[in-house]
Every structure is written in structure tokens, then in C-alpha cells.
């Protein structure tokens, strides 16, 4: 079971600053840096995640992962390509995969993944992105197919949303700048803590 809140963050100094306001579940999605940075970022993401409890997914570097025994990895399209799942399974490592349209959801499915992620919901800031917003309507009809499988709901979603994300079928949501571009992250965090937290 995932957190209904989940944080992507893209450097171990958030989680220092972000991890006190009770995040449970964290990505960390870097791109673009040399993979020993990378290596060193992960390793002190693990360690400030294990002080405080939460849960951290790797985004891409799936061999990182394995060779640093991390608990979870997040793959893209293109990136399913080339990891090896069955290296992933054997290190016991748990997989998410981020969809988009019909043939992306079958092709994660095949994959037997710990939770599938739809997106965009709503319009991004984050980055262009090739599909349009899917939508409440296609989130419930994702969930209505994969069942108890876990789904995430990503891409423009603000403290404002994120209600109306759960409601429509998502297990959890996703939030990168409705929470780093804030101009108190902290404060922001807390209150998405308050408004995800199972009463």
C-alpha cells in the first residue's frame, strides 16, 4: 500500500528539509548529472529516509538501486526498455511504471509492477509533455482496470486537486511544484500532510 501523498523531490538537501514535516513516501527523480553524484544523492537520501521513516523510490537508475539495496524503483517508458526486471526482482527491489495511454498501461501491466502511475492529470509547469492532460474520468477508468493494484495520479496536481485525485480513483498523488516552487515548502508539505492522512 502507498502513501496517498507522494513527494518527488530532485536532491537529498529536500529531504533534510522536507522529510520533518511527515513525508512517508519519496521519489527522488534526477536528471541530467553524473551518476556518481547520482550514487552519492541516493545514498543520503536512504539514510535520511531510514532516520525518518519513509519510503524512497529511485527514479531511472535501476542499477544504482540494486547495487546500493534500495526498496523501490520508478521507470519510465523508455527506460523500461533497458532495465532488467528480472535483476530488479531477484535484489527483491519493488517497480513502479508511469503510463500514459492504452498501450503503455498494457505494457506495465506485462511487467508486473507494484503500482502503475497515470499522468498528466491536469496541465504541468515540470516539463513538456507529448500527451494531454488525461483527466479525472480517465484515472478512474485506470483504476477500474488494474483493481487492487495501487495507481498513482501525477502531473499538475496542487493541495487544491489533490482531493478530487483521490476521489476519482488515484491511491496516491504526486506533487513536485505545487510544493518545491512554493515560497514555504515547508508549511506547504505540512498541509498536505494534514489533507492526505487517512482519518
Known sequence: ????????????????????????????????????VIRGEIAAAQALCARHGARLVVNDYWRL???????????GQGDLESADLDALRRAGIRLGISTHDEAELERALAARPDYVALGPIYPTLLKAMPFAPQGLDRLGDWKRRIGTLPLVGI????????????????DSAAVVTDILRNADPEARTRHWVAATRLR
Open 1 to 36: 500500500m502507498l502513501d496517498r501523498f507522494y513527494l518527488i523531490v530532485d536532491s537529498a538537501a529536500w529531504l533534510e528539509r522536507l522529510l520533518p514535516c511527515g513525508v512517508r513516501l519519496v521519489q527522488l527523480r534526477i536528471k541530467d548529472t553524473p551518476e556518481e
Open 155 to 170: 502531473g499538475g496536481v496542487t493541495l487544491e486537486r489533490v482531493q478530487a485525485v483521490l476521489a476519482a480513483g488515484a
Open 65 to 75: 538501486a540494486i547495487e546500493l539495496g534500495c526498496d523501490f524503483v520508478h521507470l
